[in-house]
């Protein structure tokens, strides 16, 4: 998968956890959404990830930027990539 792909797929499920999350203050008993939510946030999780493990960092936290610091700054940001 194209990098390009993988921040789309990311930019999606995090829009998804998003309204799940904003749903959730409003209904925090319903178990169909707490169900949802941990899914949708266990795959952006994943996704991340995968995305960091190919391209490099995009998130200031998490663990690609203490393995490799330096691709924090030496890579292209997600924005400069070209597909």
Do not use: H
């Not at 998804?16 to 749903?23: F, G, K, P, R």
């Not at 203490?66 to 997600?78: A, L």
């Amino acid at each position: 998968m194209k990098s390009v792909e993988l921040l789309n797929r990311i930019q999606r499920m995090q829009f998804y956890a998003v309204e799940l999350n904003l749903y959730l203050d409003n209904f925090p008993n319903n178990k169909k959404a707490i169900e949802d939510y941990r899914e949708v946030s266990q795959r952006l999780k994943e996704l991340i990830g995968e995305y960091e493990l190919k391209y490099g960092p995009i998130t200031n936290f998490g663990s690609a930027c203490i393995e490799d610091p330096d691709s924090w700054i030496n890579r292209p940001w997600p924005w400069e990539i070209k597909s």
